[in-house]
């Protein structure tokens, strides 16, 4: 079992995510006030904690929210899931992993800065099943998937 490290949040698409203390995940939709919200199957998107330390290694200034991730995850191995994995965050919210990777904007500013991108290769992304208010410190842990759905191809 792992734990939200970090919540963050933009209400506009291609800019970095502000961290905050609460926010609530609508089902089918996302996260409230996100612009990433929407009917579709990148509704959330997580980054592990433990990969973005090892970006820090080469950028110490990096932030949550830097890759654009809605939620920072620690201490639960994001490279286990599959799509069609469930992850319930403080025994309410449900989430259903629906993609693995995407492709990175041209214009990455981390990318640029580092010469590498993370969310390519380990971001996670999912839909909202079961909605609620998700806190900084709340427990997550992944359910085996129930049927496995078809992969959607990084865009």
């Known amino acids: 079992?792992?734990?939200?490290?970090?919540?963050?949040?933009?209400?506009?698409?291609?800019?970095?995510?502000?961290?905050?203390?609460?926010?609530?995940?609508?089902?089918?939709?996302?996260?409230?006030?996100?612009?990433?919200?929407?009917?579709?199957?990148?509704?959330?998107?997580?980054?592990?904690?433990?990969?973005?330390?090892?970006?820090?290694?080469?950028?110490?200034?990096?932030?949550?929210?830097?890759?654009?991730?809605?939620?920072?995850?620690?201490g639960l191995d994001l490279s286990a899931v599959q799509v069609g994995d469930r992850l319930k965050i403080a025994d309410i919210i449900l989430l259903e992993v629906t993609q693995i990777g995407k492709e990175c904007h041209t214009a990455c500013a981390i990318r640029t800065l580092v010469g590498d991108c993370i969310m390519p290769r380990e971001g996670i992304f999912a839909r909202v099943v079961k909605g609620g208010i998700v806190r900084a410190g709340d427990p997550i842990h992944k359910i085996s998937a129930e049927f496995k759905i078809t992969l959607i191809q990084p865009e």
């Open 1 to 74: 079992m792992g734990f939200i490290e970090a919540i963050c949040i933009s209400r506009k698409k291609g800019v970095a995510k502000k961290p905050v203390e609460t926010a609530h995940f609508i089902s089918d939709w996302g996260l409230n006030g996100d612009a990433h919200a929407g009917r579709w199957h990148r509704q959330v998107s997580l980054l592990a904690g433990e990969s973005i330390d090892r970006m820090k290694q080469k950028l110490p200034q990096l932030a949550p929210g830097a890759f654009a991730e809605n939620l920072v995850v620690r």
